[in-house]
T-cell receptor, first 115, second 116 residues
Framework: DVKVTQSSRYLVKRTGEKVFLECVQD?????MFWYRQDPGLGLRLIYF???????EKGDIPEGYSVSREKKERFSLILESASTNQTSMYLC??????????????FGDGTRLSIL | AQKITQTQPGMFVQEKEAVTLDCTYD???????LFWYKQPSSGEMIFLIY??????QNATEGRYSLNFQKARKSANLVISASQLGDSAMYFC?????????????FGSGTRLLVRP
């Protein structure tokens, strides 16, 4: 089974802090994604990565950056945390080139509160 | 314009009965894929079922089936013989194109509560 592990289930940080959310997958997937989930809005894509050191902006990249130095690890960075970044953050991974049927596999999520 | 619409914010169903969760989508691509995910209160997203735009038959996976009506652009999830463990949020999602590296576009979700 694919295992996507997010470093924290719950995190509380202060406004202005630099925040790191870590995600590791164990299935050698090329593709990795970061979403945020808010009530009534579903999941929205922040950033994704096709390969090591590659990154692409998603729908809501403002205030975030990412890092992919190793294939198995994809980090989301809140450069200067703000209260409107309080949310549930979900990491996902998938294989490329397997046809459209390949699902994304998700981690358990990180509930981040910015005070 | 929303690409994935789930019009039911919340639904109830009696245990052992069937329930249909609605999903409509909007795309100009001929090739696309539709996914349903389940999210229990614990937070993880669990992949349930997939329907490809060129699939001639409706997808089925155990108690889950997908009522795919291409002309109406709808992909409703049917859960048969509901169980208490089916209580969760359910998300419909779409991938446009053939490559699995394409992003998923999610609906706002439907919260299902199964009554004993």
């Amino acid at each position: 089974d694919v295992k996507v592990t997010q470093s924290s289930r719950y995190l509380v940080k202060r406004t202005g802090e630099k925040v790191f959310l870590e995600c590791v997958q164990d299935m050698d997937h090329e593709n990795m994604f970061w979403y945020r989930q808010d009530p009534g809005l579903g999941l929205r894509l922040i950033y994704f990565s096709y390969d090591v050191k590659m990154k692409e902006k998603g729908d809501i990249p403002e205030g975030y950056s990412v890092s992919r130095e190793k294939k198995e690890r994809f980090s989301l960075i809140l450069e200067s945390a703000s209260t409107n970044q309080t949310s549930m953050y979900l990491c996902a991974s998938s294989l490329p080139g397997q046809g459209a049927r390949q699902p994304q596999h998700f981690g358990d999520g990180t509930r981040l509160s910015i005070l | 314009a929303q690409k994935i619409t789930q019009t039911q914010p919340g639904m109830f169903v009696q245990e052992k009965e069937a329930v249909t969760l609605d999903c409509t989508y909007d795309t100009s691509d001929q090739s696309y894929g539709l996914f349903w995910y389940k999210q229990p209160s614990s937070g993880e997203m669990i992949f349930l079922i997939y329907q490809g735009s060129y699939d001639e038959q409706n997808a089925t996976e155990g108690r889950y089936s997908l009522n795919f009506q291409k002309a109406r652009k709808s992909a409703n999830l049917v859960i048969s013989a509901s169980q208490l463990g089916d209580s969760a949020m359910y998300f419909c999602a779409m991938r446009e194109g053939e490559d699995s590296s394409y992003k998923l576009i999610f609906g706002s979700g439907t919260r299902l509560l199964v009554r004993p």
